[in-house]
């Protein structure tokens, strides 16, 4: 919508092609939103298709229109376990608390919805068909993998299907939204991209004078603004009375969603940011990708947290593990950054909770 808003401001009107060129979306695509819109009154016809010269559209401004109450919605797939991971930047921390509640009472295919302030995480699995609480007001029936695309089936019935009627459609990162009334509640198949998850984990950034680790690791999901979508950024404490440290021993990590085909471009590029903003000279990072976390790095993170820790300990556990590590500066980084891998799916409070255990 602000796209055909600014084309309609800008040119007075605009054609199918504006669009795809604006986009990058197939024309099949384009025409099937641009449909959409006119059917809800939100875009006019100003001139119909004739010969060659194609239909020309512009934006009808409206004293009533749906809020965007979910800014985003995309997705993750890890194909080896089976599982997807559904995330909804929402405007109201209140609705996201209300579906978070509601998904995980559902039953369906959600295995856990969890929020973090305005932003809902909820892990599913892929495929199979599992049965829906018949008294539920909102549920994800299925998600499908087809096409590189991750096909959500939800069934809303009351103000839930407002969402999935209203105000879904304009999120960013919806490629498709189908809608059908069935007896008794409605039924929305949302259409996103296959993305691939990353948790990049990075310590020993700073010195006792200069810097800080949590600070470049949050710059980090700026910098990758663009070229994958920023999931969350986490700090976790580990064991505060190792000789190596500059205050309290604490690791960061950020998690990001991107296309499989840019994963290595982005590594590339984190790597070339922390080497250029670091102050130490053992800077390392580590990523591991997919939506699992393996039992083996749970037991070296507990072990981080309890004792000290040899680098060529977090050397054997990243390969027992599956965990990429690149040295940036120095090798003594990587076994906070390894650790910190491991806590991506945990609370606040065992983030902050250096006692804690995995």
């Known amino acids: 919508m602000r796209l055909v808003r600014g084309l309609t401001l800008k040119k007075g009107s605009f054609t199918i092609q504006d669009v795809v060129e604006e986009t990058g979306l197939p024309r099949t695509t384009v025409q099937d939103w641009i449909r959409r819109l006119v059917d809800e009154g939100l875009v006019t016809i100003v001139e119909e298709a004739v010969g060659r010269r194609p239909a020309r559209y512009a934006y009808v401004e409206r004293d009533v229109f749906p809020y965007p109450a979910c800014k985003r919605i995309f997705t993750s797939v890890d194909l080896d376990n089976g599982l997807v991971e559904i995330y909804h930047e929402c405007s109201s921390e209140g609705a996201v608390i209300f ?34 609480a018949s008294e539920s007001s909102m549920a994800v029936e299925k998600v499908e ?23 879904m459609m304009f999120a960013q990162g919806v490629r498709e939204l189908r809608v059908e009334q069935v007896e008794g509640y ?23 004078e200069s810097g800080a680790t949590w600070a470049l690791a949050l710059s980090l999901l700026k910098d990758l603004e663009g070229i994958a979508e920023g999931i969350s950024h986490k700090v ?8 190596y440290k500059t205050a309290g021993n604490a690791a960061s990590f950020i998690e990001v969603a991107a296309p499989p085909e840019r994963v290595g471009s982005i590594v590339s590029r984190i790597i070339n940011i922390v080497e250029k903003k670091t102050y130490s000279e053992n800077t390392a990072i580590a990523v591991l990708k997919g939506l699992t976390i393996p039992e083996k790095l749970k037991i070296f993170a507990n072990r981080v947290r309890k004792m000290e820790v040899t680098v060529k300990e977090a050397e054997d ?11 940036v500066t120095g090798k003594r980084g990587i076994i906070g950054a ?6 991506f799916r945990s609370s606040p409070e065992v983030l902050i909770n250096y006692n804690a255990s995995l």
Do not use: M
Not at 105 to 129: C, D, I
Not at 186 to 208: K, Q, W, Y
Not at 317 to 327: I, L, P
């Open 186 to 208: 409605v039924r929305g198949i949302i259409t996103t991209d296959c993305l691939e998850h990353l948790t990049i984990g990075i310590d020993d950034t700073d010195t006792v």
């Open 145 to 167: 993998v087809s096409g590189g695309k991750v096909l959500q089936t939800i069934r809303a019935v009351g103000g839930p299907a407002h969402a999935l009627t209203e105000t």
């Open 99 to 132: 579906c978070a509640f509601k998904h995980s009472k559902a039953g369906g295919a959600v295995l856990e919805s969890r929020y973090e302030g305005a932003f809902l995480r909820e892990l599913a699995v892929l495929g199979e068909q599992r049965k829906v």
């Open 338 to 343: 390894i650790a910190s891998l491991a806590f």
């Open 317 to 327: 556990a990243a390969k027992k593990t599956g965990v990429s590590v690149y040295e």
């Open 236 to 243: 976790v404490l580990l064991n505060p009375n190792v000789k």
